[in-house]
T-cell receptor, first 113, second 116 residues
């Protein structure tokens, strides 16, 4: 069965430091991949999505993610963290033959002043 | 403004008292879905609907019902709520069936249910 694994339920970085949130998927067919962000008391918002056009995907708020087929990974990065980036981040995978999107368990990002 | 609207945002109720959480979208989307979010478990799909009068079970459908009589509305019904249904619930929608897998979903702001 397809699944999504996010390594680290909580990541803490200093303001200005690199943000790296990890996501691995299990799949025998090419997936569509998404990163969503959830701010407190809000629903999920799309950060970026991968649909095979390019392996490096740029999203909103300075985030980007790179699809690596050989590693079945889709890690999210941002060069310099801001306090406003503190939120929960979800990786998700979809398939054209399926009727749902599978979400990872989420990673809470904290930013230290 | 394109949006998915859920009501209520917060509800505290007691075991066995039927409740309905409404969901409405104004984007003419065909696909709608309900999720529950629990700590450490991410989002788990409860039910989804591909179009009017077409609904199907997700991963955790027990104890829930849905209906899709109109394209814009997709209410979630708990006929006899129990404490293990205490959770944060999200409704989401996306454009349609074709190439569903590459369509991002639009989420409501969530409904926090507490069943005592």
């Amino acid at each position: 069965a397809q699944s999504v694994t996010q390594l680290g339920s909580h990541v803490s970085v200093s303001e200005g430091a690199l943000v790296l949130l990890r996501c691995n998927y299990s799949s025998s067919v090419p997936p569509y991949l998404f990163w969503y962000v959830q701010y407190p008391n809000q629903g999920l918002q799309l950060l970026l999505k991968y649909t095979s056009a390019a392996t490096l995907v740029k999203g909103i708020n300075g985030f980007e993610a790179e699809f690596k087929k050989s590693e079945t990974s889709f890690h999210l990065t941002k060069p310099s963290a801001h306090m406003s980036d503190a939120a929960e981040y979800f990786c998700a995978v979809g398939y054209s033959s399926a009727s749902k999107i599978i979400f990872g368990s989420g990673t809470r990002l904290s930013i230290r002043p | 403004e394109a949006q998915v609207t859920q009501n209520p945002r917060y509800l505290i109720t007691v075991t066995g008292k039927k409740l309905t959480v409404t969901c409405s979208q104004n984007m003419n989307h065909e696909y709608m879905s309900w999720y529950r979010q629990d700590p450490g478990l991410g989002l788990r799909q409860i039910y989804y609907s591909m179009n009017v009068e077409v609904t199907d079970k997700g991963d955790v459908p027990e104890g829930y019902k849905v209906s899709r009589k109109e394209k814009r509305n997709f209410p979630l019904i708990l006929e006899s709520p129990s404490p293990n249904q205490t959770s944060l619930y999200f409704c989401a929608s996306s454009p349609g069936q074709a190439n569903f897998g590459d369509q991002p979903q639009h989420f409501g702001d969530g409904t926090r249910l507490s069943i005592l």
